[in-house]
């Protein structure tokens, strides 16, 4: 994930950057480099490798500027080399991204027509021809980076130096978190408190679409119309930061929100996203072609997400999936196929249940291939192959990014299997990889109106039983949405899927029972809604998650409507879907005073059977 600072300072900003880069190191990061002001004109310095390779040039050649940006990149489009690096810069601005800009593509064929030259192969350096050309024509820096704002899609943190302009630093958010920091000596922007901490004494969050002008008198946060907002300030706690809850109540609020950012970086670790393809970071130890079955073991929210990934294993790579909790597989005394492939999910590495498949797959010979979160965990090291989410630590117990990670790991570990085992077209695998590419935006639009969940939330708050209802991989994330609402609110939920309903649950329907419908518009939208009908028929209590299409198709009186954007990630919704699922579960669990980030009886890591 990369790093970001901006300091507006009093002295030479050089060190100051070095020591805030450091401070973001944990993040992962390929390559650095920095940018300043020397006589008012724009000058950077970049390197690959480690910092001390920056470090190493700045020793040849010393940069004096009092205004500066920082960057440590983690490569998402483009090999990670120093032309690569940020700042990405051109005569008028230095930029500093983090993120994945999902037009850039578009952007940089019609900047390209208007004569820019780029001279790398990042999505990011399309962003600052996109500001050079709106000030080409007569712009100002703040009206080029609003206009500028405008035209991009994805998610994305942003930090804006402009060639000239010795007191003016312009910083922006959309689904990846920015801070600007006040301290003694400067003003400052960072991609999270930690690199502000020596500086900073305190601190304000951008909100979701806000950017930021700062000068060393003056800070104005803008909102996404333009229009001038304050955002609270607060005293930077030092020793808080590696687990801040930065501006949110609870770490299961911040955790939700970050999602943008880490499935984002997670879908870059596994994609080529410069070429439109599955990239896994690892060799298959085994023959895709030759494999006749997958098997899939984990706990909880793990094997929810493990659910979900048997319809894309099916259809993208062709494997029949075998799929069990680990509890009951570990004791089932299983058949598994010569040479097999057995997939474990965890975001803790350490569940004993899930530990105890994997080594009964191991003894039954099978090549063990793990997605979990804590790189240095038991299963981790267990395994054959790690294949890790890049989710950060995960404080809160109700599993929220861990999950839609471990999405994003299944969803590109299927496309790659498809490709190797010749069942996709290349064709088909870019079609799909776009989709993908487009859900942290799609997640950041969900975020962003996130107060028309509380109304719901507060119905649902009444309820004593609850019904998820949801097809093809909508079913076991109506599966996930029931379980979030019982960890945390203690009301007794149940996830079905939405066509077995008529099998047994249709009798329990009344209208003191919410039924809330999962409906993406996918190939089974028009199914689900013939369900969501059949619960109307019987003066259901109807809560629809889904597009405006879904709600004019099932014409239906509905207690509550989430609507959600009408394309959103085809095959991969559920990536998207997940997010009101969770700030519903959440928000029900506030309204009720519950205790959200420790619910009761609950571990965060269940080491014991
Ligand atoms: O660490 P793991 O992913 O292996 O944990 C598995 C489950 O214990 C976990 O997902 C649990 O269900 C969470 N409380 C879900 O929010």
């Given at each position: 994930?990369?790093?970001?600072v901006g300091i507006l300072g009093r002295e030479p900003v050089a060190p100051a950057l070095i020591d805030a880069l ?12 920095v940018a300043t002001l020397e006589?008012g ?21 010393p940069l004096s500027g009092h205004i500066g940006l920082g ?88 930090v804006?130096l402009?060639?000239?302009e010795l007191d003016l630093l312009?910083g ?8 600007v920091g006040w301290g003694d000596d400067g003003v400052y922007l960072g991609?999270?408190?930690?690199a502000l901490?020596p500086f900073a004494k ?12 700062l000068t060393r008198e003056k800070t ?390």
């Amino acid at each position: 994930m990369c790093g970001i600072v901006g300091i507006l300072g009093r002295e030479p900003v050089a060190p100051a950057l070095i020591d805030a880069l450091k401070r973001l190191e944990y993040r992962g990061y390929d390559s650095a480099g920095v940018a300043t002001l020397e006589n008012g004109r724009l000058t950077r310095l970049r390197a690959s490798g480690k910092l001390r390779n920056l470090q190493d040039k700045l020793k040849e050649t010393p940069l004096s500027g009092h205004i500066g940006l920082g960057h440590t990149r983690w490569a998402t489009h483009g090999r990670p080399n120093e032309n690569n690096a940020h700042p990405h810069a051109n005569d008028r601005v230095a930029v500093v991204h983090n993120g994945i800009i999902e037009n850039f593509r578009e952007l940089r064929e019609e900047l390209t027509a208007k004569g820019h030259v780029f001279a790398t192969e990042t999505d990011s350096e399309a962003v600052a021809h996109l500001v050079a050309e709106e000030m080409r024509q007569g712009s100002k820096p703040r009206e080029a980076v609003a206009a500028a704002l405008g035209r991009l899609k994805g998610a994305f943190a942003l930090v804006f130096l402009f060639d000239g302009e010795l007191d003016l630093l312009i910083g922006a958010r959309r689904g990846s978190p920015l801070a600007v920091g006040w301290g003694d000596d400067g003003v400052y922007l960072g991609s999270d408190a930690l690199a502000l901490a020596p500086f900073a004494k305190e601190i304000a969050y951008l909100e979701e679409d806000d950017w930021v002008t700062l000068t060393r008198e003056k800070t104005t946060f803008f909102d996404a119309a333009g229009r001038i907002v304050e955002r609270a300030r607060r005293p930077l706690q030092a020793g808080s930061l590696m687990v801040d809850k930065g501006n949110y109540r609870h770490y299961m609020a911040k955790e939700i929100h970050e999602q943008p950012e880490v499935v984002g970086r997670t879908l870059a670790h596994y994609l080529d996203l410069a070429s439109g393809t599955a990239r896994l970071p690892f060799d298959l130890a085994f023959d895709a072609k030759a494999l006749s079955r997958v098997t899939i073991s984990a706990c909880g929210t793990a094997f929810y997400a493990g659910l979900v990934a048997r319809y894309w294993l099916e259809r993208f790579a062709r494997l029949s999936v075998e799929i069990d909790i680990a509890s009951e597989f570990r004791y089932r005394e299983a058949p598994l196929p010569e040479g097999g492939l057995m997939i474990v999910v965890s975001q803790s590495g350490e569940t004993a249940d899930t530990l105890a498949a994997l080594r009964y797959a191991k003894a039954h010979g099978q090549h063990v291939l793990s997605i979990v979160n804590v790189e240095t965990s038991t299963i981790a090291r267990e395994s054959d192959t790690v294949a890790q989410t890049l989710a950060g630590p995960e404080i809160g117990v109700a599993s929220t990014k861990a999950f839609t990670c471990q999405l994003a790991v299944f969803a590109c570990l299927a496309l790659a299997l498809g490709r190797a085992r010749g069942v996709l077209t290349e064709e088909r695998e870019k079609e799909l990889v776009a989709e993908l590419i487009a859900t942290p935006g799609l997640m950041a639009q969900v975020l962003k109106d996130e107060a028309r969940i509380e109304p719901v939330a507060r119905d649902v708050a009444r309820a004593s039983s609850v019904l998820y209802l949801g097809r093809g991989p909508s079913y076991p994330l109506a599966l996930e949405g029931a379980l979030k609402l019982k960890e945390l609110s203690y009301i007794h939920a149940e996830g079905y899927a939405a066509g077995e309903l008529k099998h047994g649950p249709i009798a329990l329907i009344d209208f003191a029972m919410p039924v809330i419908v999962l409906a993406p518009h996918d190939a089974s939208l028009e199914k689900t809604v013939s369900n969501l009908q059949e619960v109307a028929a019987r003066g259901g209590h109807l809560i629809l998650i889904g597009p405006e299409s879904a709600r004019v198709a099932a014409s239906a009186e509905l207690a509550g409507f989430i609507e959600m954007p009408e394309v959103a990630a085809g095959a991969f919704a559920a990536l998207v879907y997940a997010v009101p699922a969770q700030l519903l579960a959440y928000h029900v669990a506030v309204f009720m005073g519950k205790d959200v980030d420790q619910p009761r009886n609950l571990a965060k890591s269940v080491t014991v059977e």
